[in-house]
């Protein structure tokens, strides 16, 4: 069970800034929510070390890379054990295509999220997939439209929030 983070306005003006701009400068980010340099530089670093930022990276525009088609697999297996796990998580990890996978509740053992150039690449993951790991039903989706795609989080509403 993960340990919550006790946030003040001040960590929670830090996050949210970083969620738009991650390059942004120490100087920068503490101008923009109005600490001194040396504060926003501590508390950056206690926030990076609590595991509350782990990671900046820089989001890539898909579609302007080809990857224009976004598939969500829902799969159900009958082997719930060890060795399948292993095997199955090697195989997700060697393919790049698989953006997103969740263990799931419910009728779907997993939930996955796969990027692609079209539907001839899809099916490529999908025989590598199955050539890789035992499945029992595997069903996709295809998007048609992207209306919300966000990696920001909800920041207002979290139970860590103080004040």
Known sequence: MSTHLTL???DI????ALQ?????SVAALSEFVHLSHNSCWRRLKRLE???AITRRVALLDPAKLGLELT???SIRTSEHNDEWLRSFAHAVETMP??????RMTGDVDYLMKIRVANIAAYDAVYKKLIGMVKLTDVSSAFAMEEMKNTTELPLSTSPCRTG
Not at 20 to 24: C, S, Y
Not at 97 to 102: H, P, S, T
């Open 8 to 10: 003040d306005d001040a």
């Open 13 to 16: 003006r830090i996050l949210a």
């Open 20 to 24: 738009k701009d991650g390059t942004l």
């Open 49 to 51: 070390a609590a595991g």
């Open 71 to 73: 598939a969500y697999v």
């Open 97 to 102: 295509e698989i953006v997103e996978l969740y």
